[in-house]
């Protein structure tokens, strides 16, 4: 149903970083980087879903995180949570909730919630 996700970025090389970062251990990877663009992948491929970094907006203007957004990113594992979020710490993201199992779903949702250097909230998240 979805094609695919922009999200805004002030600093294009730090944006890059944090997401080559914290989408590695979700197993994606960076597809082209470009005039500005940065793309990303499943296996650095230009299929499924893909999530574009983009500095600056179209109209010009800083970008900022939506109120209420989020974009969530199944993981292949709870290990691949944990690293997601490690790798967000450490490349200039903020916590926004430790991994942790979440709920009373069956199967159980594990998760860890995280702002990129704009403030966008993301979430990787394994069930099962």
């Avoid at 650095?44 to 990113?73: C, F, H, I």
């Avoid at 993981?75 to 991994?99: I, K, M, Q, Y």
């Amino acid at each position: 149903m979805i094609g695919y996700v922009t999200i805004g970025a002030n600093d294009h090389a730090r944006s890059v970083a944090f997401f080559d970062a914290i989408f590695a251990p979700l197993g994606y990877a960076r597809t082209f980087d470009e005039g500005g663009w940065a793309g990303y992948g499943p296996g650095g491929k230009k299929e499924g879903l893909e999530v574009y970094v983009v500095t600056p907006p179209n109209n010009g203007k800083p970008a900022t995180y939506g109120n209420g957004s989020m974009l969530a990113l199944k993981a292949p594992s709870r290990a691949a949570v944990e690293a997601f979020h490690a790798a967000a710490l450490t490349n200039g993201g903020t916590d926004e909730g430790a991994p942790g199992v979440r709920g009373q779903y069956d199967p159980p949702y594990y998760g860890a919630y995280v702002r990129d250097p704009v403030g966008n909230k993301l979430c990787a998240y394994f069930k099962g």
